[in-house]
């Protein structure tokens, strides 16, 4: 069953893809547990393709102290109970920053191709340029834009208004991730990601992308570079659609205030 909704979505060997995914609407769908969802994405891809998911952290230095320390091998993925079986499978490497860390297993994982910016995990030069390069996919599975973290790449790249600008004053967050190993600098600190669905919006009414549906789970199998250049556009056309509406999302009041101080009224 696994098999036939992975060929349903037309990845296929040697494809480098990011997978987002609700765990709890695959099972539903499949009934398979995650190692076997992990093993027969590997059996499909092979070592000549590479999967890629975000296992992210989140430590951010905190004014109080209070942030957690990530460390490269033991700290668990905060994005989803697959993303983190799949970080322990066999022959997956993480990268090293201690906020958006991706683990990576293929090709993109051995020796030059390894891709690591820990000062920019979705910016220019991270994982998600090597996404592109690669002529990479996005797969979606059970999951709408609002886990669109290729929505924070564009929102670099285009850039959206709000690039510099820190949503995470009011926590107590500063700009730098720490680890075991140390802290690094961080160039941008990706915010609230419910601007995304007006994107998702977007494309659909345009006919770029489709939903598509597998026995009941929804899904979309997304050619990055297709999005990659309907986001730039529309990222820094429309960013106005992309920050929650006023009063209702604190991030986004906390940049929406600093863009206003700076006279750029959204
Ligand atoms: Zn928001």
Redesign the pocket.
């Known amino acids: 069953m696994i098999k036939k909704l992975l060929n349903h979505t037309g990845i296929r060997k040697g494809d480098v893809i990011l997978v987002h995914s609700a765990y709890r609407k695959l099972r539903e769908v499949t009934n398979f547990s995650p190692g076997d969802i992990i093993e027969t994405l590997k059996e499909v891809i092979t070592p000549e393709g590479s999967i890629i998911m975000p296992v992210f952290t989140y430590c951010f230095r905190k004014k109080n102290g209070t942030n957690e320390v990530f460390d490269t091998s033991n700290s668990k993925s905060k994005t989803g109970y697959l993303t983190e079986m799949f970080r322990l499978s066999d022959g997956v490497t993480r990268t090293n920053s201690p906020t958006h860390s991706f683990a990576i297993w293929g090709k993109l994982n051995s020796g030059k191709q390894f891709v690591d910016n820990p000062e920019s995990p979705l910016g220019r030069e991270s994982v998600l340029t090597s996404l592109l390069r690669a002529n990479g996919k996005i797969l979606m599975l059970g999951c709408g834009f609002e886990s669109f973290t290729f929505g924070h790449y564009l929102e670099n790249l285009a850039p959206a208004p709000w690039k510099d600008i820190s949503p995470w004053d009011y926590m107590g967050v500063e700009p730098a991730g720490v680890s075991v190993d140390g802290e690094t600098k961080l160039k941008e600190l990706p915010?609230?990601s419910?601007?995304f669905l007006s994107f998702e919006k977007y494309l659909l009414e345009k006919r770029s992308i489709s939903k598509k549906n597998f026995a009941g789970l929804s899904y979309y199998s997304l050619d990055a570079n297709d999005v990659y250049n309907e986001g730039l556009i529309y990222f820094s056309k429309f960013p106005d659609k992309l920050?929650?509406a006023k009063g209702?999302?604190q991030?986004?009041d906390s940049r929406r205030q600093k863009l206003k101080e700076a006279g750029v009224i959204l």
Do not use: N
Request: hydrophobic share 10%; with cysteine.
């Open positions: 915010g609230c419910r601007g920050i929650c209702s999302c991030p986004c």
